[in-house]
């Protein structure tokens, strides 16, 4: 889907400077300039899958199920003794959170080792 602002998308711009880092400049640098230019696109990866998301709507559900809005407020409600920390339900929800975190920090990391990519 392209974005009402027209093209490039927010994440298609991204994306290109990702590449840039990930290449160009990481092959012309060393030592901390290189791990800094590897830690920058990673972080713009991770911004790049954010604007991509799909995932969200699944996570929103899940905790509107439970009745929450928010992560914070479930987060609250278990800390105060509100839910039984053992339900079905809350761990359904806990591990659909879960799975759509790890999905735009570190994809992948959900698989079991050696599973393909």
């Known amino acids: 889907m392209t974005a009402l602002n027209g093209r490039p ?9 990702a590449e840039f880092l990930e290449g160009d400049v990481r092959a012309n ?3 901390s300039v290189n791990f800094h230019a590897l830690v920058a696109a990673n972080v713009l990866r991770t911004v790049e899958r954010e604007l991509l998301d799909t995932t969200s709507a699944d996570a929103v ?15 609250a409600a278990i800390r105060a003794g509100d839910l039984d920390v053992r339900g079905t339900e809350l ?17 992948g990391y959900d698989r079991p080792e050696g599973a393909p990519r």
Not at 9 to 17: I, K, Q
Not at 91 to 107: C, D, E, G, N, Y
């Open 61 to 75: 559900a899940a905790l509107e199920k439970l009745g929450y809005a928010c992560e914070d407020t479930l987060a």
């Open 29 to 31: 640098t060393s030592g």
């Open 9 to 17: 998308t927010a994440a298609e711009l991204v994306a290109a400077v």
């Open 91 to 107: 761990m359904a929800t806990l591990r659909t959170l879960v799975a759509h975190r790890l999905a735009i920090s570190h994809p």
